[in-house]
């Protein structure tokens, strides 16, 4: 049973070490600025993310169809 | 022809572009016009974006507040088709935006698998084991003081009805029982003698064997099964996703909750805000108003953007705002002015609120420019 096929749950993934610098100098952020998401987090343990990972949302949106978010792994 | 290579150019959103294609598809132009038809909506969809700096959770606040106005105030109402009742309106908008971690009408959809969901008998067998059933419910119980003895007689029609055997009704029965009395089988009926002369361990035993479980899930008061198109589907009364997900015959993927603290424990934060949005559009829908879902992302954006669920309000976000006055605005003014003393705080007057009380230019729209000159020295 994965969590992940719930309905509710879009897709996470650990997004890779070269591609968190792409996106940090993109968006002119640090690390600790992204939205946060907690170590605890069943999904974050369920794909087996550690605190400092930066996760890679991909949400179905009712208004721009598909929306890509980010959450800072946190203890 | 294809035109998708000229949208892959332009950072529009899926949901547009697609639209874009739709209507592209549909006059057949060549490439050349195509990619200026392109252009032009590229434009006019940044013409229609946010300016940085538009203070949107103004607008958010208004656009949700104004409907809300109209809600009902007390609305304890049936849903749907369904005997179930559920807790709707302004009643229901404050639960959901205060996260309150015991809804009080909670709630489940449950949807079954394939093999399950086309046959009502299929269906009820799955009820049967997600519905709570009391001891009470499939047998009769009777104190005799006299004699300091419990009967219990089963009533197997219901026990039937249940799909439960009488040896599994024994075993629950004697795992409830085992320290304080002892289980006594005469021809069909169950004697329960306690350990000790007591009454009040009689009446304890007694307490507990009513309140017993015999099959089923315990927070799980109420099932009802409905047909939807082609499969039926289980409505609840009372709610237990964790448990719920494990039963046989559940399709977990497809079922959901109410409790929206309760998604958050179980699936995580992505599918909590996913849950606030869908429970707070189908709240203000149900009652004929019309917000835009973009306001409503914006508050369950909020909410969850800590990776915690937080309230909106003085223990959640208007309780966590830097500023004091902010803070002493909102709720409870004077302990937090005093709490704030107390504790020495400073007030950077960097939000809107508090430039408000003190009569300052706000931190937006013309206030937000901040005039940059160099000075020559004058001859």
């Given at each position: 049973?994965?969590?992940?096929?719930?309905?509710?749950?879009?897709?996470?993934?650990?997004?890779?070490?070269?591609?968190?610098?792409?996106?940090?100098?993109?968006?002119?952020?640090?690390?600790?600025?992204?939205?946060?998401?907690?170590?605890?987090?069943?999904?974050?343990?369920?794909?087996?993310?550690?605190?400092?990972?930066?996760?890679?949302?991909?949400?179905?949106?009712?208004?721009?169809?598909?929306?890509?978010?980010?959450?800072?792994?946190?203890? | 022809?294809?035109?998708?290579?000229?949208?892959?150019?332009?950072?529009?959103?899926?949901?547009?572009?697609?639209?874009?294609?739709?209507?592209?598809?549909?006059?057949?132009?060549?490439?050349?016009?195509?990619?200026?038809?392109?252009?032009?909506?590229?434009?006019?969809?940044?013409?229609?974006?946010?300016?940085?700096?538009?203070?949107?959770?103004?607008?958010?606040?208004?656009?949700?507040?104004?409907?809300?106005?109209?809600?009902?105030?007390?609305?304890?109402?049936?849903?749907?088709?369904?005997?179930?009742?559920?807790?709707?309106?302004?009643?229901?908008?404050?639960?959901?935006?205060?996260?309150?971690?015991?809804?009080?009408?909670?709630?489940?959809?449950?949807?079954?698998?394939?093999?399950?969901?086309?046959?009502?008998?299929?269906?009820?067998?799955?009820?049967?084991?997600?519905?709570?059933?009391?001891?009470?419910?499939?047998?009769?119980?009777?104190?005799?003081?006299?004699?300091?003895?419990?009967?219990?007689?089963?009533?197997?029609?219901?026990?039937?009805?249940?799909?439960?055997?009488?040896?599994?009704l024994r075993d629950k029965i004697e795992k409830i029982i085992k320290k304080n009395a002892e289980l006594i089988e005469i021809n069909g009926k169950f004697i329960v003698?306690?350990?000790?002369?007591?009454?009040?361990?009689?009446?304890?035993?007694?307490?507990?064997?009513?309140?017993?479980?015999?099959?089923?899930?315990?927070?799980?008061?109420?099932?009802?099964?409905?047909?939807?198109?082609?499969?039926?589907v289980l409505y609840t009364e009372g709610s237990s996703l964790k448990k719920v997900m494990k039963i046989k015959g559940v399709d977990f993927t497809r079922t959901i909750?109410?409790?929206?603290?309760?998604?958050?424990?179980?699936?995580?934060?992505?599918?909590?805000?996913?849950?606030?949005?869908?429970?707070?559009?189908?709240?203000?829908?149900?009652?004929?108003?019309?917000?835009?879902?973009?306001?409503?992302?914006?508050?369950?954006?909020?909410?969850?953007?800590?990776?915690?669920?937080?309230?909106?309000?003085?223990?959640?976000?208007?309780?966590?705002?830097?500023?004091?006055?902010?803070?002493?605005?909102?709720?409870?003014?004077?302990?937090?002015?005093?709490?704030?003393?107390?504790?020495?705080?400073?007030?950077?007057?960097?939000?809107?609120?508090?430039?408000?009380?003190?009569?300052?230019?706000?931190?937006?729209?013309?206030?937000?420019?901040?005039?940059?000159?160099?000075?020559?020295?004058?001859?």
């Open positions: 049973m994965r969590l992940q096929d719930h309905i509710l749950v879009p897709k996470h993934e650990i997004l890779k070490e070269e591609e968190v610098e792409k996106l940090l100098k993109l968006l002119g952020v640090s690390k600790e600025q992204l939205p946060k998401i907690k170590v605890t987090d069943p999904i974050v343990k369920e794909i087996g993310a550690k605190a400092g990972d930066i996760i890679k949302i991909t949400r179905k949106s009712p208004t721009a169809g598909v929306s890509i978010f980010y959450r800072f792994v946190v203890e | 022809m294809s035109y998708d290579t000229i949208l892959a150019e332009y950072p529009l959103p899926p949901s547009v572009k697609e639209e874009i294609k739709e209507e592209l598809e549909k006059i057949k132009v060549k490439k050349s016009v195509a990619k200026k038809i392109v252009d032009y909506c590229y434009k006019a969809y940044l013409s229609n974006l946010l300016e940085p700096g538009e203070a949107v959770g103004i607008v958010a606040a208004q656009s949700i507040g104004e409907p809300g106005t109209q809600m009902t105030m007390r609305t304890f109402h049936y849903a749907g088709v369904a005997e179930l009742n559920v807790t709707l309106g302004l009643p229901r908008l404050i639960e959901i935006l205060d996260v309150r971690k015991n809804p009080s009408t909670p709630m489940m959809t449950i949807r079954l698998l394939s093999e399950y969901a086309k046959e009502r008998e299929k269906a009820r067998e799955v009820a049967n084991r997600i519905e709570a059933t009391y001891l009470k419910d499939v047998a009769e119980i009777e104190v005799d003081l006299k004699e300091t003895i419990i009967t219990i007689k089963p009533d197997f029609e219901a026990l039937r009805r249940k799909d439960l055997s009488i040896g599994e003698k306690v350990s000790k002369e007591s009454y009040k361990l009689l009446m304890d035993v007694f307490e507990e064997l009513r309140e017993l479980v015999v099959m089923g899930i315990k927070e799980i008061r109420r099932v009802i099964i409905r047909k939807e198109g082609e499969e039926y909750t109410n409790d929206i603290y309760e998604i958050y424990e179980v699936l995580g934060i992505e599918a909590a805000r996913a849950a606030i949005i869908k429970e707070a559009i189908e709240t203000l829908e149900e009652q004929g108003l019309e917000v835009d879902v973009r306001h409503i992302m914006l508050v369950a954006d909020v909410m969850t953007a800590d990776g915690e669920l937080r309230q909106i309000g003085r223990h959640g976000v208007a309780g966590e705002k830097q500023s004091i006055l902010a803070r002493a605005a909102f709720e409870m003014t004077v302990n937090n002015l005093l709490d704030a003393a107390l504790k020495g705080e400073v007030d950077n007057l960097k939000g809107i609120t508090e430039n408000i009380i003190i009569g300052q230019p706000i931190k937006l729209g013309t206030g937000d420019v901040e005039l940059i000159a160099k000075l020559g020295v004058r001859r």
